[in-house]
């Protein structure tokens, strides 16, 4: 996922993004704790975006 791709959300929607992808990491980790992934690399990505979308977020707490 890109910057440019959550960008066109406001911030509910992204807030409400973000916690759709944390509950999907959860679950990812607790399938790979239990039957290993295919890629584990999955779940390193899924956690970089999900900082990306907090940094987004936090640049709009802090330009308002």
Request: proline share 3%; aromatic share 2%; charged share 40%.
């Amino acid at each position: 996922m890109k910057k440019s791709d959550f960008k066109g959300l406001d911030t509910k929607e992204l807030a409400e993004r973000i916690d759709t992808e944390v509950a999907k990491l959860q679950n990812m980790k607790l399938n790979h704790a239990i039957t290993p992934l295919e890629n584990p690399s999955q779940i390193k990505a899924a956690r970089r975006d999900i900082a990306r979308m907090k940094t987004e977020l936090r640049q709009r707490e802090l330009n308002k």
